[in-house]
């Protein structure tokens, strides 16, 4: 049977909203009421070549939280060799913020940029020094 959008069968749960804001820290995590229905994901993150061929993805259970994604990225590049000269990502600020406070920035940095789009760039505050940089 197809699923049509917007169409929910009595015997499936409720549809969860997106709780985590987008470009903020992840949010504390809730308990479920029941364990009668299977675990879902928070989301997939691809990881995709200029030209939109998909390299890598994962699943992400809980949130796409800038540890996970720097995980994620050390796993798709484990060597100096592979790394990608730019990583273009919504979260890059919250990606950058990361790694300079765990340290993998020092690793990182020898070949590689974290760059966002032009909407997320002029909606970011200009009292942040490192992301403008």
Not at 42 to 66: D, H, M, N, Q, R
Request: proline share 8%.
């Amino acid at each position: 049977m197809l699923q049509r959008p917007g169409k929910r069968l009595p015997w499936e749960p409720a549809a969860q909203s997106n709780t985590q804001p987008h470009d903020e820290p992840m949010p504390e995590v809730q308990r479920k009421s029941n364990y009668f229905t299977p675990n879902r994901f928070y989301c997939t993150e691809t990881l995709c070549a200029p030209c939109g061929v998909v390299i890598a993805w994962a699943k992400f259970a809980k949130a796409e939280s800038p540890t996970n994604i720097l995980e994620f990225l050390a796993s798709v590049y484990p060597t100096e060799e592979s790394w990608p000269a730019y990583i273009c990502i919504d979260k890059a600020s919250l990606v950058m913020h990361t790694s300079v406070s765990n340290g993998s920035w020092e690793i990182w940095q020898k070949t590689s940029r974290f760059i966002v789009d032009s909407y997320h760039y002029t909606t970011h505050s200009v009292d942040d020094y490192l992301c403008t940089k």
